[in-house]
């Protein structure tokens, strides 16, 4: 029997495709993203506003980018899952038991392991951003920053 955290088990119903051996694109990690999460399972499943304070460092050459990103109350977050396993088509989530299609979950497990997240935007300081609502691993890649421009609600 397989256990939750034993990400390389497939559970009943299942399947797992074999990956291309090449990637089309190149992806520049940005920064390096720094949460209380150390286990897939310690994780939440979605991140809250009122969640904890998490930092997002960015690397230096790209801190420029961050002018006036401090005039938005809330930014996404876009993030490389990079513990996620990338070869389910149908994924089973403990949550539900019911096989489903990984487009449509929100499972880290997908082909290209890219998420994204609605943060408050709590600080800047230097290339160091403190935010709230993230759901992600200690030390995930960062992908990009955005401001969120939706009204509140």
Same mark, same amino acid.
């Given at each position: ?54 930092? =997002? ?8 980018? %961050?002018?006036? &990103?401090?005039?938005? !109350?809330? @930014? ?47 600080? =800047? ?8 609502? %993230?759901?992600? &691993?200690?030390?995930? !890649?960062? @992908? ?10």
């Amino acid at each position: 029997m397989s256990r939750p955290d034993d990400d390389n088990q497939l559970r009943a119903g299942e399947v797992a495709v074999v990956l291309p051996p090449d990637t089309n694109a190149g992806v520049f990690f940005i920064g390096t993203i720094h949460t209380p999460w150390r286990a897939r399972g310690a994780c939440p499943k979605r991140g809250t506003l009122d969640g904890p304070i998490c930092s =997002i460092v960015i690397d230096p050459r790209w801190q420029q980018a %961050l002018t006036d &990103l401090a005039d938005h !109350p809330r @930014i996404q977050v876009l993030y490389w899952m990079h513990r996620a396993r990338r070869d389910l088509v149908l994924q089973t989530p403990i949550r539900t038991g019911q096989t489903t299609g990984s487009f449509a979950l929100r499972s880290p497990v997908r082909p290209n392991p890219i998420a994204s997240s609605v943060v408050a935007l709590v600080a =800047i300081d230097g290339a160091t951003l403190k935010v709230r609502g %993230l759901d992600c &691993l200690d030390g995930t !890649p960062l @992908i990009d920053l955005k401001p969120d421009r939706r009204p509140p609600g």
